[in-house]
């Protein structure tokens, strides 16, 4: 096994703009391991997926000890470098955003998303440099996200949203961010003005109706993300399945699931 630094020094290297790094997001060790199984080169927890398959919702409700207890079950489960999705850190201060990173790099990740959502941009941009001194201070080159959610939330006027997302984005590279993630815009000509306008790996969502990996490789996109999706897709089956026994008696809608043969399988991979 590669140590973390190395790890982390990998997982920094496999952000290049024109050719993405893919991440279709895990949240349980069998969905890790499913994702791995399918070629992915890294694994990206989703927060949403995280709280919900702990019977929590998302945004900033999940405690710090269950979501990074999370981290570290995908992380022994998988041979490939972990980022992991810390919302806006699950601490209210500065300090405590330390004490997460601390935490989430002992849980064996080598990258963090972290999110302004309703914050400030001067508290996110805190909150980043807390991250950045944490993880230097403990000698490892955490790949740090920065999540900008101007498009997400609408925020401000939509003729200066622009402007507005790339002033946040060289405030949190200046504080020590190593990327940035805008999620809420898959519109080609936005994409590629932030692509520009970005001075570091700029990460995308994408979700039913998004361009194909191929179309926002060609924008210069240096990572793609699927966020909750693939969650909301899994527990949607669950639904539908349900419903449909429940109420039809049958169980067509079971037909594309994965045997039980290969969910062993998946589960008795060593590690």
């Known amino acids: 096994m590669t140590s973390l630094h190395d790890r982390a020094r990998h997982f920094r290297s496999l952000h290049v703009p024109g050719h993405p790094l893919v991440l279709p997001n895990a949240w349980d060790v069998a969905s890790a391991r499913i994702i791995a199984a399918a070629g992915a080169s890294a694994m990206a927890t989703t927060s949403a997926g995280v709280a919900w398959a702990l019977g929590a919702a998302d945004g900033d409700r999940l405690d710090r000890a269950s979501a990074v207890g999370q981290v570290a079950a995908i992380a022994a489960a998988v041979d490939l470098p972990v980022t992991a999705d810390v919302e806006g850190g ?106 520009k306008g970005v001075d570091a790996p700029l990460n995308v969502l994408v979700g039913h109706g998004a361009p194909a990996v191929a179309e926002l490789a060609g924008l210069g996109v240096a990572r793609i993300s699927a966020g909750s999706s693939i969650a909301q897709a899994a527990h949607g089956l669950v639904r539908d399945a349900a419903r449909e026994l429940l109420t039809e008696g049958t169980c067509e809608r079971l037909a594309d699931g994965s045997t039980y043969g290969e969910m062993n399988a998946l589960m008795s991979v060593p590690r």
């Open 90 to 195: 699950f601490e209210s201060d500065e300090d405590g955003v330390a004490g997460t990173v601390r935490a989430v790099l002992a849980a064996g990740a080598v990258g963090i998303n972290i999110e302004d959502g309703t914050r400030s941009p001067a508290e996110h941009v805190r909150r980043i440099g807390a991250a950045r001194a944490a993880a230097d201070a403990e000698g490892v080159p955490l790949f740090i996200n920065a999540r900008i959610d101007t498009y997400l939330a609408g925020l401000g006027d939509r003729a200066g949203r622009l402007e507005e997302t790339l002033k946040r984005a060289a405030d949190c590279l200046a504080a020590g961010a190593d990327g940035v993630f805008v999620p809420g815009v898959v519109a080609p000509e936005i994409v590629s003005a932030l692509v």
